[in-house]
C-alpha cells in the first residue's frame, strides 16, 4: 500500500513558505515562482540513494537525478567515505603542476574510452568542458564554425549556449549565426549540406538528446555522422554528460552506437554528485595544443584532486562485473512496466523513448509531461518535464536503483499517469470505465 502523500502545497510549513519566499527576494524570483505555479513546492532536505526528502517531511523517489549527476545515488557511501579520506591528505590542489589524482584519473579515462583518446583536460562543470571541447577543435582544424542539432542542448557557458536552442543563447546575446548552425535531428541530408564545404571545425552530438526529450537515434544515423565529420574534415565531439557512465548499458553511450568520437565531454555523473568535476577526453590530434602551449587553458577548479578522487570510485563502481546486469534488468523491469501502463492509457500515454535507463515518455497532449510531473510530485515521484519538448517527460532511474524501488515507481506512476490523463482529457481513464 501506497503511503498517502505529505507536505503538499497546501499544507506548506510556515519555514517553507519562509524559505520559499526568501529564495524569489534573494536567489532566482522567476524560476522559484515557476515551481510553484506548477504545485511543485519541492526544498530538498535529507537526501539517499534514490531518495529525497522534503524540508516538510514529503519522501520522493528521484528519477530526474539532476540530470544524471546522482546516476548511482545521492550520497553514495563509497563516495563519502573517499572524499572523508581524501580531505586527510588533499585538497583542491593546483592547476599547474601534475598531480596524483589527475593523472590516475586521466589514465584510467584513456582505457574506458578507448578509441585513440588519450588526454584528459578538466574543467569544474559540463558547459565549461563544452567550451573547452569547442576550443580544441577551432585549434585542431584552425576552423570556427560549429554544427549541432536543432534543439540540442550543451550548457549555458559562453559557447555551449550558442550550440543550443534559441531559447537560451538569445536571452544572453549569445546566437552567433556566422559561426553557429544547427539541422534537425536523424537528418544525414541536412548534416551533409552543411558539412561539404568543409568549413565547419565540429560536429557537437548529444548521443541522445536529452532536453529535447530524448528522441532516438534512428539506425546507422549516428555512424553516418561520424563519416561524414571524416569525409569533409570536422571532429565529432561526443556529449556524454547525460548519456555516459552505464546509463546505456555501455559506458558511454557513444560505444552502445559504435562510434569512436575525436573528443568526449562528460560531466555530472562523473562527480557522484560529491565534488564538481568534468572532463574532455580527446585524441592527439584534437588535443594538439597541450604539445604548442600548455598553459592555454587554465580552469582553478578544474581537476581539482578531490574531485578526481572521488571520479576515480565512481569509475571503479560503475566497471563491476554485476553492474551491467543491474542496468539491464532496471531497463527490462522499467519497459515492461510501463508498457502495461500505456496500454492502460493509450489515448495519452502513448510512446517510450528508450536506450537501456535513458528514457523519455511521451504524452498526446500539449504540454502533456507537465500535468504528469504535478500528479507524480503529489504521489512521491520526482520527475521533471523536457524543456523543449513538454510533452515528453524525462524519466530516468538509477543504475543501481533497487528492485523494490522500481517496482514501488511504477505503481505510483500508474496512478500518477491515470489523473493526469483525468485532468488533461476530461474523462475517466479505460480502466475505469471498464470497472464501472
Not at 580531505?87 to 585513440?116: I, Q, S, Y
Not at 530516468?396 to 505503481?411: D, F, H, I, R, Y
Request: aromatic share 10%; charged share 25%.
Amino acid at each position: 500500500m501506497m503511503d498517502a502523500p505529505k507536505g503538499t502545497k497546501n499544507q506548506q510549513s510556515p519555514a517553507k513558505q519562509e524559505f520559499i519566499e526568501k529564495s524569489k527576494a534573494f536567489w532566482n524570483p522567476n524560476k522559484t515562482q515557476f515551481w510553484q505555479d506548477q504545485n511543485v513546492d519541492l526544498v530538498i532536505d535529507r537526501r539517499e540513494g534514490y531518495l529525497l526528502y522534503d524540508m516538510d517531511g514529503r519522501r520522493l523517489i528521484d528519477v530526474h537525478l539532476n540530470g544524471g549527476t546522482y546516476n548511482i545515488g545521492h550520497r553514495h557511501p563509497e563516495l563519502i567515505e573517499v572524499l572523508h579520506r581524501g580531505t586527510t591528505r588533499f585538497d583542491m590542489g593546483n592547476h599547474h603542476f601534475p598531480a596524483l589524482g589527475r593523472t590516475a584519473l586521466a589514465e584510467e579515462l584513456a582505457k574506458v574510452c578507448g578509441g585513440g583518446m588519450q588526454y584528459t583536460m578538466y574543467t569544474a562543470g559540463g558547459a565549461e568542458a563544452i567550451d573547452l571541447a569547442i576550443k580544441c577543435a577551432r585549434n585542431a582544424t584552425q576552423k570556427r564554425k560549429i554544427l549541432s542539432i536543432v534543439n540540442a542542448y550543451h550548457g549555458h557557458s559562453g559557447l555551449s549556449v550558442a550550440t543550443g536552442a534559441d531559447r537560451f543563447s538569445k536571452t544572453f546575446l549569445s546566437d552567433r549565426p556566422d559561426e553557429f548552425f544547427h539541422v534537425p535531428f536523424n537528418d544525414l541530408n541536412a548534416m551533409e549540406d552543411a558539412l561539404k564545404a568543409k568549413d565547419f571545425a565540429a560536429v557537437i552530438m548529444e548521443t541522445i538528446p536529452a532536453t529535447y526529450g530524448f528522441p532516438m537515434p534512428v539506425p546507422g544515423y549516428l555512424t553516418g555522422v561520424k563519416k561524414l565529420c571524416e569525409r569533409y574534415d570536422a571532429l565529432y565531439i561526443a556529449d556524454e554528460v547525460q548519456t555516459g557512465l552505464m546509463r546505456t548499458g555501455e559506458m558511454w553511450g557513444y560505444q552502445r552506437y559504435g562510434i569512436e568520437p575525436d573528443l568526449m565531454v562528460t560531466g555530472k555523473g562523473i562527480s557522484g554528485g560529491m565534488y564538481p568535476i568534468a572532463c574532455v577526453v580527446a585524441t592527439e590530434r584534437a588535443a594538439v595544443w597541450l604539445k604548442q602551449d600548455g598553459f592555454a587553458h587554465m580552469s582553478t577548479m578544474g581537476g581539482a584532486e578531490l574531485g578526481c578522487l572521488v571520479a576515480l570510485k565512481t569509475l571503479e563502481i560503475l566497471q563491476r562485473p554485476q553492474i551491467r546486469p543491474i542496468v539491464n534488468y532496471i531497463s527490462e523491469t522499467m519497459h515492461s512496466g510501463l508498457t502495461e501502463i500505456m496500454k492502460l492509457y493509450s489515448d495519452f500515454f502513448v510512446g517510450i523513448r528508450q536506450c537501456g535507463v535513458v528514457m523519455g515518455l511521451e504524452f498526446d497532449y500539449p504540454e502533456g509531461a507537465k500535468p504528469v510531473m504535478k500528479h507524480l510530485y503529489e504521489h512521491g515521484v520526482w520527475a521533471i518535464f523536457s524543456t523543449l519538448d513538454p510533452r515528453v517527460l524525462q524519466f530516468k532511474p538509477g543504475v543501481l536503483m533497487p528492485n523494490a524501488l522500481c517496482e514501488e515507481l511504477l505503481e505510483r506512476v500508474e496512478r500518477a499517469i491515470g489523473l493526469a490523463r483525468d485532468e488533461c482529457m476530461g474523462s475517466k481513464s479505460r480502466r475505469r470505465k471498464a470497472a464501472e
